[in-house]
Every structure is written in structure tokens, then in C-alpha cells.
DNA sequence: CTCCAATCTTGTCGCTGTAAAGATTGCTCC
DNA sequence: GGAGCAATCTTTACAGCGACAAGATTGGAG
């Protein structure tokens, strides 16, 4: 174990995923990281400057592999996707959605985040290109920005809302299958928005003609 | 400032919320706290065993107040005043879903908890008394007891994933009134559940005659 | 009035994050 | 190829933390 180890920085990050998957994010400490790294315990100050830079590193990662793994698909698909992110990177979900822990204003971190964000609103505004039928579709037949954004938060809420309830352990359904139910849940969200009286401020908002690339309004029902 | 304060446990509950939205619950600190309540750093000790003891007692109360301000009211409302709650008294809200930061298995805390989980499954299951339009209602309609169960687990996820997103700094609408956003985002839930093409397993849980006091069904759209 | 249990204090221990200063290494430039 | 330099890691030190043990103080029951 030489003084230049080679790549610590990234040896660290995985370890910090590793000790907050076994003893959550409370217990996770820099003295523990660096005997798993076989360091001395102030070298990963030196990496990350302190504890709040590290997790800085470590959330920014998570919002770039967030923003991955939400690129393509259905609007439902990318719901799923976020589900099973926050499953699977289950420390860096934790992490992502709790800015008291790291400098929120980071560059970087700041960046990664509006990818992910980006990608989930997109999708709620240009809607949902293969899976008619599938429940969660998008806003952009009338072409509102607003409602479309809407749809993304309501989306993006209903999605992080159930990964941190199961991940908290607060459904009753333990051995069931997450994803599975997560698409069910998901089902509940609305199908035949035409009939949502929407507010003044909605429409005067742009006109109301037909977007050409409507494609995903199935007459089923 | 003498030897017993009277009602120190009550002080070191307030004192732990003022603590917690001040700068987090990473922050939280015994210590802290008892210079707060101008007393000695064990004294908090002897009245909650330890830190986990003291955020199990926070969270506990904090089920207990949940579980009352979702009393009353509709499906809708009771997902507005379950944002509300969180955004209210954000340091209990903060600590409830950390099961990682208490002792989960406290009969105390238990109850509690079981007692705002019950009142978000009945509102579901039995449905939505006055608010016909509301944008959530509930699936008692087919006496389907799974579909009110996804039902609730779709409004508490969406609730839940909406405060929390608020909480976080991740939506951009930072000046809007969250609970404006909250019941826009509510609105996105189903209205109409009947053209949903239901599993097997679903329809072989019991037969299918309407409810008796099936009110909500409106025939609009 | 006495005694006891509840309450709070004091002192201590090991652990943590952070900072400062020193040791070791690889790289660049001459 | 050798000097110097910057990056990397170690060592040492310190204050704050949670937890424990032992002692001081108090209110109330008998």
C-alpha cells in the first residue's frame, strides 16, 4: 500500500456506497472509509476537502447515472426507471434528495442535477412515443408548457413519493415485487386529461390547436 | 435553574424540532439540545436512553399529530393536509421517514404509525364523501379491496414524493404556494378508474356488485 | 421525619471531522 | 539523468460528540 494508491478518489466513492448501503447514511463516517481503502484516515480529506465535499462528489455521480438511465423510453418507462434507480443506487438516491448533507451549489452537482431534471420534463413535454395505453402519458397534445410541466412533477412526485415510502419501509407489501407495483401505481395516473376544466391562466397561454405529432391518444375506454 | 425543570422531556422535544429546521438533522446534536434547554449534556440522556431514543419519541409524536391532522375531510383533502403536515412541522416529517435514525420496533412509535397508515388506507377504501370533482377519489365503487389499496398507496406516494421534492429544493417553483402545486399535481390522478382493464387476480377477489352508497360516480366526460 | 426514587451534574472514554505539518512519490523541465 | 516541484498520503493534535458511570440534589410517599 504505497503512498500513490492509484485511484483513491474512485475507491472512495464506491466504499461510501458500500458502508451507507450496510449502516445508512447516519452511521457513514471518513475515519470507516479510509480503513476500507486501507488508508490513513485524512486522506480522503485530501480527495474531497471534508465529509460535505465527498457526498458533494458522491450526489453529483448519482444525478449523472440518474440522468443515464432515465434517457429513452416511455414516459411510464422512465417512472419505472427512476423506481429502479433509487432500488438499485439505493445510497445515492439517499443521498441526492438530502442537500443538508452536501454543498448544494456545487458546479458539478448542480449540473448533473438539471440533466436529470431535464430529462424528466422533456419527456412530459414531448410525450410518450410507443406505449399507448400505458397509463402516464404526456400533456403536449394541446400543446401547454405549463400542464406539461404538471404532468413531469406529478410524474416525477408519484415516482420518488413510492421509491422513498418502499425504501422507508413503509408499505405493508414487503415481499412483493417493487417494480410491479410501482407500475400499478402508476396506473392511477390520469388517462383522459381532456376532461380537467382547466384555469383561465392555463389557456390564454398559447393557442389551443392540435399538436401534428398527436399520436398517442387511443380511443379505447 | 434547578435541579428538576419540570417538564424537560417536553423542552427537549421543542428544542429538537428548532434544532432540526435550523440546520438539518444531521446537525442534531444531545448536546445542542441541553445547552438549549440550559441544562447539563446527560441530562438528555436519562430521559430517552440515547439519540435514537429521543428521535424515536420525536418521530412517534409526530405520527401521532399526522394521524390527526389527516381526520376528516376527503381523499383530496386529506393528501393536501398530509403536504401541509410536512411542510408545516418539517423537522418531525424529516425525521419519520428515517427509520435508520430511531428504534423502528418501539411499541409506541408502532402504534402511532399504524394509526396514520390506517386513517390514509380507510379514506381510500371508503371512498370520498363530499368532494365529487375533486380529482381523487376512491375505488370502493367495485368493492375491490386491493385497488383501494394501490388507490391510497398512489395518493400517499404522490403526496409524499411532492413534499419531500418541495422539502429538497428540487422543484424550480420555489415562489408558487406548494399547496396550489400539491392539488394541481392531484389533479393528475385518476377520475376515471372504470376503463382501467383490471388483472385477473383482481376480479376474483369477491363479486362485483356496485357499493350501496356509491355517490361519486359522475357521469361527465 | 426518613428514606427512596426520580432527576440532574460531573467526569471520563473512545470515536469523529478537521486542520497543520511532515514524509513520500511521480512528473516535468532543464 | 538529476533537480525541483506538486500531488498524494501519513502523522499528530484538538475540539465536539454520544455514551457510560458515579455522585449530587430534590420531591414525595410512608
Given at each position: 500500500m504505497a503512498y500513490h494508491h492509484g485511484d483513491l478518489r474512485r475507491v472512495l466513492l464506491e466504499a461510501t456506497a458500500e458502508a451507507i448501503e450496510e449502516n445508512g447514511v447516519a452511521a457513514l463516517s471518513m475515519r470507516d472509509l479510509a480503513r476500507r481503502a486501507g488508508v490513513?484516515?485524512?486522506?480522503?480529506t485530501h480527495h474531497f476537502g471534508d465529509k460535505a465535499g465527498l457526498l458533494t462528489a458522491f450526489a453529483a455521480e448519482g444525478y449523472e447515472q440518474l440522468a443515464q438511465e432515465l434517457a429513452g423510453g416511455s414516459f411510464l418507462e422512465m417512472g419505472v426507471a427512476y423506481v429502479r434507480f433509487a432500488l438499485t443506487r439505493r445510497a445515492q438516491f439517499e443521498v441526492m434528495?438530502?442537500?443538508?448533507?452536501?454543498?448544494?451549489?456545487?458546479p458539478a452537482l448542480v449540473a448533473a442535477r438539471a440533466k436529470s431534471a431535464e430529462a424528466l420534463y422533456d419527456r412530459a413535454e414531448h410525450?410518450?412515443?410507443?406505449?399507448?395505453?400505458?397509463g402516464i402519458q404526456s400533456d403536449a397534445r394541446n400543446g401547454n408548457q405549463k400542464d406539461a410541466r404538471i404532468t413531469g412533477q406529478a410524474g416525477w412526485s408519484i415516482a420518488h413519493g413510492f421509491a422513498t415510502l418502499w425504501l422507508s419501509g413503509a408499505?405493508?407489501?414487503?415481499?412483493?415485487d417493487p417494480i410491479a407495483l410501482a407500475r400499478a401505481l402508476f396506473?392511477?395516473?390520469?388517462?383522459?386529461?381532456?376532461?380537467?376544466?382547466?384555469?383561465p391562466e392555463d389557456v390564454d397561454r398559447g393557442p389551443e390547436e392540435p399538436d401534428p405529432d398527436e399520436l398517442d391518444r387511443d380511443p379505447e375506454a
Open positions: 490513513s484516515h485524512a486522506a480522503p434528495y438530502r442537500p443538508d448533507l452536501y454543498h448544494a451549489d456545487d410525450g410518450n412515443q410507443k406505449s399507448a395505453g400505458d408499505f405493508p407489501d414487503r415481499d412483493q396506473q392511477e395516473l390520469n388517462r383522459a386529461p381532456e376532461d380537467l376544466n382547466r384555469t
